[in-house]
């Protein structure tokens, strides 16, 4: 399966923005979808993953009540609703995809197959 990332950009504290992952393939409503941010100097880490087996969405504690994810499998199509951004959440976010995801393993980089390419998201204060 192949990723596409879109919609970052800037805004301010307080605003939203909503991220796109595109998928290829017909089986991509297989797939669990996983959003990962990575700022500058740091790791990349988990922020929220939606898995393809019964749609349960999980979030790191630090945007829960903040973000929303959600796929529309018609359209092939993953969003991240990103609201009452704050400066921290500015990172490079990336897309990424894999059909055999336990959940123990769902916010670790390393369960993740494929990746897209990622999307800039800039939070001013």
């Known amino acids: 399966v192949q990723l596409q990332a879109s919609g970052g950009g800037l805004a301010q504290a307080g605003g939203s923005l909503r991220l796109s992952c595109a998928g290829s393939?017909?089986?991509?409503?297989?797939?669990?979808i996983g959003w990962f941010r990575q700022a500058p100097g740091k790791e990349r880490e988990f922020v929220a993953a939606?898995?393809?087996?019964?749609?349960?969405?999980h979030y790191t504690d630090s945007v829960k009540g903040r973000f929303t994810i959600s796929r529309d499998n018609a359209k092939n199509t993953v969003y991240l609703q990103m609201t009452s951004l704050k400066p921290g959440d500015t990172a490079v976010y990336y897309c990424?995809?894999?059909?055999?995801?336990?959940?123990?393993?769902?916010?670790?980089?390393?369960?993740?197959?494929?990746w897209g390419q990622g999307t800039q998201v800039t939070v001013s204060s």
């Open positions: 990424a995809a894999d059909s055999s995801i336990i959940l123990s393993e769902i916010s670790r980089t390393r369960a993740y197959g494929y």
């Open positions: 393939g017909r089986t991509f409503s297989r797939y669990s």
């Open positions: 939606i898995r393809w087996s019964g749609g349960s969405t």
